[in-house]
């Protein structure tokens, strides 16, 4: 019934074939994967190497697995790396490995593009497939990072792990005060005296989406990006300039950038994505340091863009428990592992089991901990 093929250069795909994908997030779209490909963002130099799962039906494309052969665990937010040091320990080869995921983006999405409903059937054939190539390529195994499909994935006997995030909920507020006014008086004060510290420095905010994002604006983020990267990390980041041109010309429509301006000139900004229910916060820099212009920036102002377009979550990046205190809730992340060793598979998933128990009692304690008045 089914046929497949790996890819490891999305641009052979026809536009018939990029019409019948679906991805449903702007992350897991084949605009967003081929950006990564021709800023060279992932290939060979980057330890990113596309090797994309495609599955026919009577050679008509029905779905696209994202994937990648890894040479490292390095931008992936799926922490593995004790993994492979007790291979090393055993004198094994923990990598090269194969992940289905989105680089550089912990993000809860379809990992099995597809533009029909996807049936247990194909979750079995994909799951077979991936055997053969992991025997066949001598990988340690492979992975599923962030699917939001969970349930084709559990039918499919592969190991699970739970992470945390923090999402913000849209509770239907028509006004920022609205949401506000959920929250405890400390905790309602201390965000608007974080908000008025902004005003306070002479910072202006103004929004970009769209067609209004011109060059001008996206280099003057882009040099926001790198700066803060630089600083941070002695690396310019994981996305270069030609990245962000790329998704700006051809995903402008799901694209908004927020600036802070003092003096007339940017000092800091932040790129924002959405989809019909969703705002994702990913990416931020600053040229110089401003009390609380990050919280700003990337929370108080993404949350009031959400409620102005009706979304009903604010994924604002991963980790940070500072976003309790600011409404941002505990939410489960999941990922799905099968590792061909026997003996390190049963380890590993001896491990897993412990760690959801793990998890469950830290997203319990970080919900004990949110600002609301009924908490």
Same mark, same amino acid.
């Given at each position: ?116 409903p996807i049936y247990d059937a194909l979750y079995d054939y994909v799951t077979t497939a991936l055997h053969q190539e992991a025997q066949h390529q001598n990988w340690s195994g492979w992975h599923i990072n962030f699917p939001a499909q969970r349930a ?52 202006? $905010?103004?929004? @970009?989406?769209?067609?209004? =994002? ?10 926001? /990006?790198? &700066? ?102 505990? $939410?489960?992340? @999941?990922?799905?592992?099968? =590792? ?10 001896? /491990?897993? &089991?412990?760690?959801r128990v793990h998890m469950a009692h830290y997203l319990n304690q970080c919900a004990e901990l949110l600002p609301f008045k009924d908490q």
């Amino acid at each position: 019934m089914y046929q497949h093929r790996f890819s490891t250069d999305l641009a052979t795909l026809t536009e018939t074939e990029r019409a019948a994908l679906s991805g449903h997030t702007p992350f897991s779209s084949v605009q967003w994967l081929e950006a990564l490909e021709l800023s060279g963002c992932v290939g060979e130099d980057t330890g990113w190497l596309p090797y994309h799962l495609l599955v026919y039906r009577d050679s008509q494309l029905v779905a696209l697995l994202p994937g990648y052969i890894k040479l490292h665990s390095y931008g992936e937010y799926v922490f593995d790396w004790a993994w492979a040091e007790a291979y090393e320990r055993h004198q094994l080869a923990y990598y090269p490995k194969w992940i289905c995921a989105i680089p550089f983006t912990p993000v809860v999405g379809s990992r099995m593009l597809s533009g029909e409903p996807i049936y247990d059937a194909l979750y079995d054939y994909v799951t077979t497939a991936l055997h053969q190539e992991a025997q066949h390529q001598n990988w340690s195994g492979w992975h599923i990072n962030f699917p939001a499909q969970r349930a084709g994935w559990q039918k499919q006997q592969l190991m699970e792990r739970h992470g945390v995030q923090f999402h913000w909920k849209n509770q239907d507020y028509k006004h920022f005060d609205d949401f506000l006014n959920t929250m405890t008086s400390r905790k309602r004060k201390s965000i608007k005296k974080e908000r008025k510290a902004v005003t306070n420095q002479a910072l202006i $905010v103004r929004w @970009y989406q769209g067609a209004e =994002i011109t060059d001008e604006i996206r280099q003057a983020f882009y040099l926001c /990006y790198a &700066t803060t990267y630089l600083k941070r990390s002695g690396h310019q980041g994981y996305l270069n300039e030609a990245f962000f041109r790329q998704i700006c010309d051809t995903m402008s429509d799901q694209i908004a950038i927020v600036c802070a301006y003092q003096q007339g000139k940017i000092v800091a900004a932040s790129l924002y994505l959405h989809d019909q229910h969703t705002l994702y916060g990913r990416y931020w820099g600053a040229l110089q340091s401003h009390t609380h212009l990050h919280f700003e920036l990337c929370y108080y102002q993404g949350i009031e863009y959400a409620i102005r377009r009706g979304l009903t979550r604010f994924d604002a990046g991963a980790q940070g428990e500072h976003k309790l205190a600011r409404g941002f809730e505990p $939410v489960f992340t @999941y990922s799905y592992h099968h =590792i061909r060793h026997p003996d390190f598979a049963l380890a590993i998933d001896d /491990y897993l &089991t412990r760690e959801r128990v793990h998890m469950a009692h830290y997203l319990n304690q970080c919900a004990e901990l949110l600002p609301f008045k009924d908490q």
